[in-house]
């Protein structure tokens, strides 16, 4: 009996995350791929997202991956994320959107 009362505080200490974002700031995920270049394997992150009915797929440099991961930890807004990716036209669509929502 003391072993499965150890079991259920060891499970009650690793909890999982309830951050989530508030409905309407979309939703998205990190996701890595793996791409052979010249005989060797790379892996690359890409950003998958959905927002007002729009989907899309960004790819996340390098550089830009640390951000990213922290963003998507903190459950910030998708146009926030998609912002620091130089999220383009998409972005503008939805800020547009959002604008005449309000």
Same mark, same amino acid.
């Given at each position: 009996?003391?072993?499965?009362?150890?079991?259920?505080?060891?499970?009650?200490?690793?909890?999982?995350?309830?951050?989530?974002?508030?409905?309407?700031?979309? %939703? #998205?995920?990190?996701?890595?791929?793996? $791409?052979? @270049?010249?005989?060797?394997?790379?892996? *690359?992150?890409?950003?998958?997202?959905?927002? %007002? #009915?729009?989907?899309?797929?960004?790819? $996340?440099? @390098?550089?830009?991956?640390?951000?990213? *991961?922290?963003?998507?930890?903190?459950?910030?807004?998708?146009?926030?994320?998609?912002?620091?990716?130089?999220?383009?036209?998409?972005?503008?669509?939805?800020?547009?959107?959002?604008?005449?929502?309000?």
């Amino acid at each position: 009996m003391n072993n499965s009362l150890s079991k259920n505080s060891s499970q009650s200490q690793i909890s999982p995350s309830k951050n989530r974002r508030r409905k309407g700031e979309g %939703n #998205g995920f990190i996701h890595w791929r793996t $791409i052979t @270049k010249d005989g060797k394997d790379y892996p *690359q992150a890409y950003y998958h997202w959905q927002e %007002n #009915g729009e989907k899309g797929t960004k790819y $996340i440099p @390098k550089k830009l991956l640390g951000d990213i *991961q922290e963003a998507e930890a903190a459950k910030r807004p998708v146009v926030q994320i998609l912002r620091l990716l130089g999220g383009g036209e998409i972005m503008i669509f939805v800020a547009y959107t959002e604008y005449i929502k309000e």
